[in-house]
């Protein structure tokens, strides 16, 4: 996951947030690019998928442990039931002391948001995409295998899908110094799909805070953004023939740190 760097290589134009809205409607699959452990990032990425199911259903890919779905689902059921919020909660992967910011109280607020959008009636399915490596599979790279779960779920073409995910996985193009020769799971599902089916979205930021994972370790950090675009504005960068846009950019402004939803234990505990 970045935590700032500077532009890539192509064709950079400010375009009026009406014109990306119009892409997004007509993106079946749509990867977001999030700097993971904010408040911001999920909560954009709520409103992305509350706008999309309001003209049909929605598949909505999250990068937690694909082991995790049954639990997950069982959750969603009723977000606000106590015994299966705390059952839920106690998982593994709230309880580990390592928390890089994928288990986050904005995160279990994009849970319950998606769960409460369900119990009303809201097309929503939840799905979990972070596949393990296993069997013949066994192999594969990571971003590939995140790939091939997400794939899955677009088959059925009734259905939008919607992904948040780490701001590299989402990333499109081989030349971009954010993941150099760096298959990503958007390049796997260019070839999986075609790119007819696929846009990419990257949530950018100018400073603030984070709970996430870099070389200073496991927390709160300051991180600073990529800065493509001006605060509150959208740029596309690099534009094909044969879509109005692929990859497109957000700036948020300033982000804030989310703590882990449940306090991991101290050392010696």
């Known amino acids: 996951m970045l935590a ?30 999030e700097l993971h452990g904010t408040v911001e990032c999920p909560a954009v990425f709520g409103d992305l998928v509350f706008a999309a199911a309001q003209r049909g259903p929605v598949s909505v890919g999250l990068d937690l442990p694909a082991s995790e779905q049954a639990e997950l689902d069982h959750f969603l059921v009723d977000p606000d039931d106590d015994a299966r919020r ?33 119990r009303k009636g809201t097309p929503i399915e939840v799905f979990a995409f972070d596949a393990p490596a296993h069997g013949e599979r066994a192999d594969e790279d990571r971003d590939l295998r995140m790939a091939r779960a997400i794939a899955e779920h677009a088959r059925d073409r009734t259905r939008r899908v919607l992904a948040l995910m780490g701001n590299v996985h989402n990333q499109l193009d081989r030349d971009t110094p954010w993941a150099p020769d760096f298959p990503t799971v958007a390049m796997h599902l260019r070839d999986i799909l075609g790119e007819d089916d696929l846009r990419s979205l990257t949530l950018d930021w100018v400073t603030g805070t984070a709970w996430t994972e870099t070389d200073q370790g496991v927390g709160e950090q300051i991180c600073d953004g ?22 497109a950019i957000i700036n948020l402004g300033t982000l804030h740190a989310s703590p882990p939803a449940v306090a991991p234990a101290r050392e010696g505990a």
Not at 10 to 32: D, K
Not at 94 to 109: E, K, V
Not at 230 to 235: D, F, Q
């Open 226 to 247: 990529f800065q493509l675009a001006p605060v509150g504005s959208v740029v596309i960068e690099r534009e094909h023939e044969s879509a109005a846009w692929r990859h």
């Open 86 to 118: 705390a059952r839920w909660l106690a998982r593994p992967l709230f309880t580990t002391r390592h928390q890089d910011g994928h288990t986050s109280r904005a995160m279990q607020g994009l849970l319950d948001r998606l769960g409460r959008y369900r």
């Open 4 to 33: 700032g760097t500077a532009r890539g290589a192509g064709r950079v134009t400010e375009v009026p947030l009406l014109e990306i809205a119009g892409g997004l409607e007509a993106a079946r699959v749509l990867l977001v690019g």
